[in-house]
């Protein structure tokens, strides 16, 4: 199995009898990538600027919004066989795909970089807080190693071997010591009565929210090409994202106002309420999003030049690992909604492409035209629209946010130019 993920071309239709993944395959894969110290990290940001319960109310609305869309774009990698990028030749044309072929590569570079940081960062304090030793360069080539060599493995063995057979079982007992101490060490109904200072509107929170999964649309199909049943695959990997990052975004909000809504001691206040054991777990778990990172950036560049994805998966390791060393935390939030700007519309397109204009037929001429040379104009003018719906909505009405609606200009305009071309 790890040969096929190693060597199977991402712009070729994975075979009916090579698809493997079964929907507790997808739960496991989803629920994993939603937990994490990012996701923490992210509902810290949502207060003290908005109440706890309000907060509560933009993570769920924010991540079923998200779900429903990333599940979506998982079906399409599900009914084709083909990653992420090779779904998106079939929207914008092969030369049209070189695009997101591109900054797809450079972002996951900085997810990558971002989860060594958040991994070396944690792991640093508590082996500081509990042993008196410090030494971020020593986690930070440990944990890009470590996340390098899965990258280099594939998806298939790692879900497998890792995840099924004990990673989630040591994850739920982790999450769940988690949550566990916060209701026995915190007054929850106090912190729920704690007013927000109004610093975030609703709106604006579940944009953020909503970047979580987001941020995944680029990534999943290169894991469901892999499923055996397009029904599987899709309630499989909603249903594990969406508890998690509920849970994990519910977790990040609780203990940044454990911690006087400063996200500089969220780590602090995970240790000291007890949670020292489990953080080191999820510490370990955040691996995988990282495994995650590397694997599909290689995906993506193996769509335009002709280098194995083990190779590619190499450098872009080492390449996360030297970023880690040197770039700081404090653009987290700007890079989650930026990458929201170019990712949302986009994939408003490819929605509309496949759901509607093809309702879901897809047959081997326009997987051979993939493979060509081809530019859909109308796919990429609608993208290119919806960029700049996203961009005028964040500078002119950033109460409301601005993900969803540049993701619903993207879809109208492409299904109207799609008609217009019809007639």
Not at 161 to 189: E, M, S, V
Not at 314 to 321: D, K, Q, V
Not at 364 to 386: K, Q, T, V, Y
């Amino acid at each position: 199995m790890a040969q096929l993920d190693d060597t199977y071309d991402p712009l070729t239709s994975v075979p009916r009898d090579r698809r493997v993944f079964g929907a507790f395959d997808a739960f496991s894969l989803w629920f994993s990538l939603g937990i994490g110290l990012l996701v923490l990290q992210a509902g810290a940001f949502l207060v003290p600027g908005l109440s706890l319960g309000v907060a509560f109310a933009a993570i769920v609305t924010g991540t079923v919004l998200g779900v429903v869309l990333l599940a979506a774009a998982g079906l399409v990698g599900a009914d084709t066989g083909l990653s992420a990028i090779g779904t998106l030749r079939l929207a914008l044309g092969a030369r049209g795909a070189a695009i997101p072929a591109v900054l797809n590569a450079v972002q996951l570079t900085g997810w990558g970089a971002f989860e060594i940081i958040a991994m070396r960062d944690s792991a640093n304090a508590l082996a500081k807080q509990t042993f008196g030793f410090s030494s971020p360069l020593m986690w930070t080539l440990l944990f890009g190693g470590l996340a390098t060599a899965l990258a280099i493995l594939g998806p298939v063995s790692f879900v497998r071997r890792f995840l099924r057979a004990w990673g989630l079982w040591l994850l739920l007992g982790g999450a769940a010591w988690l949550t566990w101490r916060l209701l026995a060490d915190h007054d929850l109904t106090g912190l729920m009565a704690k007013a927000g200072t109004g610093e975030m509107s609703f709106g604006a929170g579940v944009d953020l929210v909503v970047a979580m999964p987001l941020s995944w649309l680029p990534l999943i199909a290169d894991y469901t090409r892999f499923g055996r049943s397009p029904r599987g695959m899709f309630w499989g990997s909603a249903a594990g994202y969406l508890l998690a990052n509920i849970w994990f975004m519910g977790l990040g909000a609780c203990y940044a106002l454990v911690a006087g809504g400063s996200q500089e001691m969220l780590l602090t206040a995970l240790a000291a309420s007890g949670g020292g054991i489990a953080l080191l777990l999820i510490v370990i778990d955040e691996t995988d999003n990282t495994f995650a990172d590397i694997h599909s950036a290689a995906i993506s560049t193996a769509t335009l030049v002709r280098v194995r994805p083990a190779r590619l998966a190499l450098g872009f390791g080492a390449i996360c690992t030297a970023i880690a060393l040197f770039a700081p935390m404090g653009q987290y939030e700007n890079f989650l909604l930026l990458i929201g700007s170019v990712f949302a519309p986009l994939f408003g397109v490819l929605l509309t492409d496949h759901f509607i204009v093809r309702r879901r037929r897809v047959d081997a001429a326009d997987l051979e035209a993939s493979r060509g040379s081809g530019l859909n104009l109308p796919g990429l003018a609608a993208w290119a629209i919806g960029v700049g719906a996203y961009q005028a909505l964040s500078r002119l009405a950033p109460d409301i946010g601005a993900t969803l609606p540049a993701f619903v200009v993207a879809s109208a305009v492409y299904g109207g130019l799609r008609l217009m071309r019809k007639r």
